[in-house]
C-alpha cells in the first residue's frame, strides 16, 4: 500500500507578516510540515496520514479541519478531552530564525500512550517517518513504547525514516538525547540529519563523519543535510557529496530541512536516483526559504 505515516507534533504557528505588530496564525510542526510538502508533491494514490494526539477544544478541532482540508490523514490522531495542542511564535532576524514556545503540557505528549494505537495506524504503511522531536517530547515510557511499535513495524517489512532535528530544550539532559537519537537511528532505514546540530551535540569534525556515525550506529543510509555546502551521503560507493545550487534568497528558514526531506523522499519514491533526489530535496527548500513561515504553498510553483 502506498501509504506513509508521520509521526510527532502539529502545533499552533504565530509568524511574523512583515507589517508591524501584525501576526499569521496557522499550524506547523517538523515531521507536520514534511507530511505537507509530501501530500503536495506525491501522487494522489499516495496517502499520508499524521499520528499525533489533540485536545478535543476549539483550537485542536481548527487544525483536525485543516489537515482534513490539505488532505493528510486524520484517523489515527487521538483526542483527549483534558489537553490542547501546543503553541510556538517565530521571531526573526535576518532570515534566521528563534522561537517562543508554549506545549508544556500539550497532548501531542500522550501520542504513544496506547501502543494499539499506534500498532493500527503503522499496519500496511509502507513508510513511517520521525524526528528526535517525536521522542523528545514524550515520556520515557512511551519512548520505549514508540521505539517498540517501530522495531516491530520495520521487521514486518515496514520502512523507517528519521530525521534527528536535535532540540535539546526538550530533552532532560543532552547525554539522553543522544543516547536516545542513537538508538532510533539503529532501527532506522534512512536518517536525515542536519550537519550544525550534529557538530555541535556529538562533536562530528565533518558531515562526513556525522554519516559514518549513523551508518555505524545501524542506519541503512544517511544523508546529511549542511546548508548550502554540498550534502554528504551514503551509497553502495561508500561516503559522496553532492553540490547543491545556493538559495538566491533567504527570508524565513522555517522548515528548510523538513521541505528538503520532502522534496528527496518524494523522488526517491516516485524511482529517481540519489543525485537527482538530492536536488530535489534543496530546490525545494530554497523556494521555501525564500518566503515567510513552515508551509509555503508558492513552492510548488
Not at 555505524?216 to 549542511?226: E, F, I, P, T
Not at 522555517?254 to 519514491?269: C, E, H, M, P
Not at 540519489?274 to 521555501?288: E, F, K, W
Amino acid at each position: 500500500m502506498k501509504r506513509i505515516v508521520a509521526i510527532g507534533e502539529c502545533m499552533g504557528e504565530l509568524s511574523e507578516t512583515g507589517t508591524a505588530g501584525l501576526l499569521a496564525m496557522g499550524f506547523a510542526g517538523d515531521t507536520l510540515n514534511t507530511a505537507w510538502y509530501l501530500r503536495h508533491l506525491l501522487p494522489k494514490d499516495w496517502q499520508i496520514d499524521y499520528l499525533t494526539a489533540v485536545g478535543t477544544d476549539a483550537m485542536s478541532a481548527r487544525m483536525l479541519s485543516f489537515l482534513d482540508g490539505e488532505g493528510i490523514g486524520t484517523s489515527y490522531i487521538r483526542r483527549i478531552a483534558d489537553k490542547t495542542i501546543g503553541l510556538y511564535y517565530i521571531q526573526l532576524k535576518d532570515g534566521e530564525r528563534s522561537f517562543a514556545y508554549w506545549r508544556s503540557d500539550s497532548a501531542a505528549k500522550r501520542l504513544a500512550d496506547d501502543p494499539l494505537v499506534l500498532e493500527r495506524a503503522l499496519a500496511g504503511a509502507r513508510l513511517a517517518y520521525v524526528s528526535g522531536i517525536s521522542f523528545a517530547i514524550l515520556p520515557e515510557t512511551s519512548r520505549n513504547t514508540l521505539m517498540e511499535a517501530l522495531t516491530v513495524f520495520r521487521a514486518g517489512g515496514g520502512k523507517v525514516v528519521f530525521d534527528p532535528n536535535l532540540r535539546p530544550r526538550l530533552w532532560e539532559t543532552a547525554e539522553i538525547m543522544c543516547q536516545w537519537i542513537t538508538r532510533v537511528a539503529g532501527i532506522s532505514d534512512l536518517c536525515l540529519p542536519s550537519y550544525d546540530d550534529e557538530a555541535t551535540w556529538f562533536g562530528d569534525d565533518g558531515p562526513d563523519e556525522t554519516a559514518k556515525r549513523y551508518r555505524s550506529a545501524g542506519a541503512v543510509q544517511v544523508v546529511v543535510k549542511n546548508g548550502a555546502d554540498p550534502v554528504i551521503a551514503t551509497s553502495a560507493r561508500g561516503v559522496e557529496s553532492f553540490s547543491i545550487e545556493a538559495a538566491s534568497s533567504v527570508v524565513d528558514t522555517t522548515a528548510a530541512g523538513d521541505s528538503f526531506n520532502a522534496g528527496y523522499l518524494s523522488a526517491i519514491l516516485s524511482g529517481r536516483p540519489l543525485s537527482d533526489a538530492i536536488s530535489a530535496g534543496a530546490a525545494l527548500a530554497n523556494r521555501v526559504i525564500a518566503q515567510r513561515g513552515a508551509l509555503v504553498a508558492s513552492a510548488f510553483g
